[in-house]
């Protein structure tokens, strides 16, 4: 199932949650072809979030 199914299939309580948990970033489409710029903008986020934890 592409991410983007599986977020439309949520309500929107369930994909705040979804965005909040998973670390999705915000202002990105889900879409695959648009993958590289999700990749880019989450592992940001990723980083971030480690930086804080071993810090």
């Known amino acids: 199932m592409r991410l983007?199914?599986?977020y439309n299939s949520m309500n929107s309580e369930q994909q705040?949650?979804?965005y909040?948990?998973?670390?999705i970033?915000?202002?990105v489409s889900l879409?695959?072809?648009?993958?590289e710029e999700f990749y880019n903008?989450?592992?940001?986020?990723?980083e971030k979030k480690i930086r804080e934890l071993i810090c």
Not at 20 to 23: F, G, H
Not at 31 to 35: G, V
Not at 41 to 46: D, E, F, K, N, P
């Open 4 to 6: 983007i199914d599986y």
């Open 16 to 18: 705040k949650v979804f």
């Open 20 to 23: 909040e948990q998973a670390l």
């Open 25 to 27: 970033p915000e202002n």
């Open 31 to 35: 879409e695959l072809e648009n993958f």
């Open 41 to 46: 903008a989450r592992r940001l986020i990723l």
